[in-house]
């Protein structure tokens, strides 16, 4: 969203606290359920698809393989698998 030269100065004077404040108000006043993690959950370092974690990533590794199931994730790709199933679980979800 930094790249975007038409909301980069707005997003730079937003702090991290406003932006979450922000999206509870909004998720209550559009009746969604706004699902927070604890900021120390593994998320890319966990595999999706074992949860086995890989306490050995780097921000500079952009793609790893899982030691216990040999799996190739995308930091990104996983994390968002991770959040995603952290959020179903919270909610009582498979």
């Known amino acids: 969203m930094m790249r975007n030269r038409c909301l980069a100065q707005a ?4 702090g991290l606290g406003e932006w ?4 509870e108000y909004k998720g209550k006043w559009y009746s ?5 993690v604890d900021k120390f959950f593994p998320s890319s370092k966990t ?3 074992c949860g086995e974690i ?14 216990g ?3 190739c994730h995308d930091r990104d790709y996983n994390a968002s698998c991770n959040l995603e199933y952290a ?5 009582g979800g498979s």
């Open 20 to 23: 979450r404040r922000q999206l």
């Open 87 to 91: 959020a179903l679980q919270f909610v």
């Open 47 to 49: 595999c999706s698809v």
């Open 11 to 14: 997003i730079a004077d937003l």
């Open 32 to 36: 969604c359920l706004i699902v927070t």
């Open 69 to 71: 199931c040999g799996t």
């Open 54 to 67: 890989n306490e050995s990533l780097t921000l500079a590794d952009r793609e790893w393989d899982c030691s």
